[in-house]
């Protein structure tokens, strides 16, 4: 299965992750990967960048050695009706805004809440993807996510970290929600959610769902950088002609 695109990195900047802007970038161009968007955890997670970082991404390329590097950041899901951690007027300068329910910002309490909060992001329209969505500590009414999600044109992130340990359990939730992604007509992305250079663009594991559940290539954005590309700007996002060479 051809992937052209990583939505979801971590630079060193971070906190808890090890490597440079450039290290990812040659890492994803190694794995085929032409567009990749640089997602750090926004403030209210422990060991994240200020808020100017985020407002400082014009300083980066939009494209380095021939890899687009989408503006974004990984927000945090604050409560239960799904406001960020990300200001609207930065949210109108990024690319991409994952939001996420995270342990250490928000704590896991009932599927009813969780699903709330998830709802809530995506109807904020803030949001373009919601990430790793298969957690087991934040159990949730995968039917009603999704079809939000597909009314509102939200991604849907399959997370190949959660494949690997990161959030252990995931496997079933994962394969839950690409079937009924599959059946209520969401749009699916890829994100490695790599830590470190060597995760970026592998998606063995995300492949593998994929294939399992039998889900439509025509609404995976990550098969070709165009087509991620025509999603972002249909959600209104205005820097995409930057990126036109990657087409
Ligand atoms: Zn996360
Ligand atoms: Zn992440």
Redesign the pocket.
Known sequence: MQIQTDT???TIS?GHAYSSLQENVNAARRAGIRLMAM?D?APSMPGAPHIWFFGNLKVVPRIIDNVGVLRGV?ANICDVDGNIDVPEQLVEQLDLV?A?LHEAVIAPSDSASHTRALIGAIKSGLVDVI??PGNPNYPIDIDALVKTAAQHQVLIEL?N?SFLGSRRGSHKNCLAIAEAARDHGAWLTL?S???VSFSVGQFAECCDVIKQVGFPMERLVSTHAAKLLDFLEARGKTSMSKYHELR
């Open positions: 979801h990195t971590h971070s997602t955890h990984e994952i996420s990430g790793h997370n970290s994100g959610d790599a830590h």
